[in-house]
């Protein structure tokens, strides 16, 4: 097998990293509080992958033989760990699945092609053969775009990109980087930083994600305020397609026609595979602050970006939380003195707020994070700190940005340690203009609690908004409830549907940077209209009419 680095087959991350609480003394109080869950309770027993039925491969010699003849031998893989790795993504349903032994379909082997060349042949050998072919990045979808059908009877082999990991070149001039698809944030971020650029795209999933799965999903990172969006970093592509390669060079715009580009955006591999992409990189800006302010009410702290949206400043990160986020975080914090914001802030504030009349369970937290040289952070800080006084917003200093920081790719990882004790957490994220964001956050979060005693449990909804546009913004919500094994699976999909469906009748979309994939395809014809599925449809089809290219994702 080659030296790729996969996250472990049953969670997030890499083996021998978790999430604990004992350094947080205020998280356990809090999630008593919230969910009803003790979480000192010992985890049930963890799934081992001798527990799995996993089904004998349904691969003939003859492609079998074809495959490790253009990849070699050691590049197609069928041992039991690596075909289990390359069946789910990540979402909770995925876990779920994997944990409770359900494996209806895992692909049949896993090849890992060296460079373009062995992609095609690999992927014309799949469609000769009428095989199913399943592109894999990092495997971080929480969407369901990576499981083949139930119910495929035909060979599903897995492509894993993981042997493309260079950058390939950089125009110093127009700042355009070609970079292999398989390369994963923290490869092609070491590799530009030597040259003194970056791409400015850090998702959550930043550690475990790559370039083409980005590309293939339509993702976002954290900063998107100041470096767009996955789609409009990436300014050309190559793709293997049946039979050819699409080149598409990296261009600044273009009016050819309607945009090819556009079309392989989000594509989930139904389209082809994704082995190079043309991104705008950007000069390591000399300055990075995130600065920490608090709002009495979300309803300010949303109203306050949304005029930062349309003023002079442009910073690379706008995100506040409601009450319930910002409660979430004052507990995780180290050594805190509690959950409320008298936890977080000093004495002298804290007589501020009191002086103010701020109902402190109300206290809204905030992040704007500002990159450039020295003058242009200056104007920008100045700008932003007069909405925020306008809105009756308060400055909380450097603190809380840093700490926020350095612990975003942890986060991801108290999922599993929540998995473990019986509890399923999970986010679901949507966009839609400035003036429905706060009815929409008003309709999510009470649909989410009417779901919550339709099941009949304790659950918990907290929500912040992020990435900012002219027009509108995401909101991302969060959702736990304690399960205790009784049909997770069917409870989760009730919340899950039931603040999917209050997106749509909110004006918003089925997801701003997750994707479609098989969990939020239900949403789709109401987001895009019928006609807008018919034109998907028809690009399917034109392109892949065996449906042997990841068959069954988006329509
Ligand atoms: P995979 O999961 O391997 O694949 C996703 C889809 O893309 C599949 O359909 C696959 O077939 C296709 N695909 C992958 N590579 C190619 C290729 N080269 N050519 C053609 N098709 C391909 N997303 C965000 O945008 N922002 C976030 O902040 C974010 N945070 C997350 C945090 C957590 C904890 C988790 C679990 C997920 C998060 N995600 C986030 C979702 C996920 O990381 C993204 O969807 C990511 O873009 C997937 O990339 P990947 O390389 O892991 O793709």
Redesign the pocket.
């Known amino acids: 097998m080659p030296a790729v680095q996969h996250m472990k087959w049953y969670g997030?991350g890499v083996e021998g990293v978790s999430f604990h609480h004992e350094d947080k003394p205020g998280l356990r109080p809090f999630v008593l509080e919230i969910i009803d869950l003790d979480l000192d309770t010992p985890p049930g027993r963890q799934t081992q992958l001798s527990d799995l039925d996993i089904p004998t491969p349904l691969i003939g010699d003859e492609l079998l033989g074809r495959l490790r003849a253009v990849v070699g031998d050691e590049n197609a893989v069928s041992e039991d760990e690596d075909r289990v790795v390359h069946t789910y993504?990540?979402?909770i349903r995925d876990l779920m699945r994997l944990r409770g032994n359900d494996l209806p379909r895992v692909p049949d082997v896993v090849v890992y092609p060296a460079d373009e060349a062995e992609v095609q042949q690999v992927v014309d050998a799949a469609i000769a053969a009428d095989a199913v072919l399943?592109?894999?990045?990092?495997?971080?979808?929480?969407?369901g775009?990576?499981q083949a059908p139930e119910a495929e009877t035909r060979p599903v082999i897995s492509l894993d990109?993981g042997r493309l990991t260079r950058v390939l070149d950089v125009d110093e001039e127009a700042g355009l980087a070609r970079i292999q698809?398989?390369a994963?944030g923290p490869d092609l971020e070491e590799q530009l930083n030597a040259r003194g650029w970056t791409l400015g795209h850090?998702?959550?999933?930043?550690t475990?994600?790559?370039?083409?799965?980005?590309?293939?999903?339509?993702?976002?990172?954290?900063q998107s305020d100041k470096y767009g969006d996955?789609a409009d970093i990436t300014r050309g592509l190559r793709?293997v397609m049946p039979g050819r390669v699409l080149v598409l060079r990296g261009l600044p715009s273009t009016s050819s026609g309607p945009s090819v580009r556009e079309m392989v955006l989000g594509?989930?591999?139904?389209?082809?595979?994704?082995?190079e992409v043309t991104v705008q990189v950007h000069r390591i800006p000399e300055e990075r602050v995130i600065l920490g302010y608090l709002f009495p009410s979300f309803e300010a702290g949303v109203a306050a970006m949304q005029e930062i949206s349309t003023s002079d400043a442009s910073p690379s990160v706008t995100r506040v939380s409601d009450a319930g986020e910002t409660r979430f975080s004052f507990s995780t914090r180290k050594k805190s003195k509690g959950v409320s914001v008298s936890g977080l802030v000093s004495k002298g504030l804290f007589k501020v707020l009191e002086r103010r009349g701020w109902d402190l369970d109300a206290v809204c937290l905030s992040f704007v994070g500002y990159e450039g040289g020295p003058e242009h952070v200056a104007r920008q800080k100045a700008i932003v700190k007069k909405i925020i006084g306008k809105h009756g917003g308060i400055g909380l200093g450097k603190g809380p940005g840093e700490l926020y920081d350095q612990k975003k790719f942890d986060?991801?990882y108290i999922?599993d340690f929540l998995l473990d004790r019986g509890a399923a957490a999970d986010?679901s994220e949507t966009a839609a203009p400035w003036s429905q964001l706060v009815p929409m956050y008003d309709n999510v979060t009470a649909a989410a609690r009417k779901a919550f005693a339709q099941i009949g449990v304790q659950g918990w909804v907290m929500c912040h908004l992020s990435h900012s546009y002219h027009s509108g913004a995401c909101l991302y919500f969060t959702f736990a409830f304690r399960h205790d094994d009784q049909e997770p699976l069917a409870r989760y999909d009730v919340v899950k549907s039931a603040i999917q469906q209050a997106f749509i009748d909110t004006h918003g979309t089925l997801s701003h940077?997750?994707?479609v994939?098989t969990e939020h395809a239900p949403w789709l014809e109401q987001d895009i209209s019928a006609a807008g599925v018919q034109m998907m449809e028809g690009l399917f089809a034109g392109v892949d009419p065996g449906r042997n290219l990841?068959p069954g994702?988006i329509t």
């Open positions: 997030w993504g990540k979402s399943i592109p894999f990045g990092g495997g971080s979808n929480i969407a775009s990576l990109l698809a398989g994963l850090f998702p959550d999933s930043f475990h994600s790559t370039l083409g799965g980005w590309v293939a999903t339509r993702s976002s990172g954290m996955i793709m594509s989930e591999g139904r389209l082809g595979v994704i082995t986060t991801p999922r986010v940077h997750h994707g994939g990841n994702k």
